[in-house]
């Protein structure tokens, strides 16, 4: 499995309220959240983002409150894959959860940046920086989180057992 798209970058302490802040969760339409993901750190997120794109970050990335409609958020708004140098534990867990890769991978956290060109194999675990032509090791996904991911989530993944 790969992922590849343009940055959209952002520094450490991404907590869930900035990811989609709370005023918005009326709603669990996975089309509203992406509306207003990332809406009061970076306005303009949602009319930049293509389907395709990464999403990096520092570290702690997700931490704040335990919703899933943060990662839910990300996933919608057309992000395939969130680097960080690290992330909330349940923030990982729901976004693996729903299907959103993450991979953590403190080098490539700190030297990606906005708007370069980075495609991602969740097999290995290589992250390649096409504008920089640059590579890094992150944590590779174990299968049985990729056959998750692959389900577009948990909840499918039991169902089509």
């Known amino acids: 499995m790969k992922a590849s798209g343009l940055v959209h970058r952002y520094g450490d302490n991404v907590d869930t309220d900035v990811i989609i802040p709370a005023r918005y969760l009326n709603s669990s339409d996975p089309k509203e959240l992406a509306e207003k993901c990332m809406i009061d750190i970076d306005a303009d997120f949602v009319d930049r983002v293509q389907k395709?794109?990464?999403?990096?970050?520092?570290?702690?990335?997700?931490?704040?409150?335990?919703?899933?409609?943060?990662?839910?958020?990300?996933?919608?708004?057309?992000?395939?894959?969130?680097?960080?140098?690290?992330?909330?534990?349940?923030?990982y867990r729901n976004s693996i959860n729903i299907g959103l890769p993450i991979i953590e991978c403190k080098e490539a956290s700190q030297e990606i940046e906005a708007g370069d060109k980075v495609e991602v194999d969740f097999d290995s675990g290589i992250i390649y920086n096409i504008t920089k032509k640059k590579e890094y090791k992150g944590q590779a996904f174990p299968e049985f989180m990729q056959r998750i991911i692959k389900a577009e989530g948990l909840i499918n993944y039991i169902n089509s057992k």
């Open 52 to 91: 395709g794109d990464i999403m990096v970050a520092g570290k702690n990335f997700g931490c704040g409150s335990s919703r899933e409609h943060a990662p839910i958020a990300i996933k919608a708004s057309g992000i395939s894959c969130v680097i960080a140098e690290t992330f909330a534990r349940i923030f």
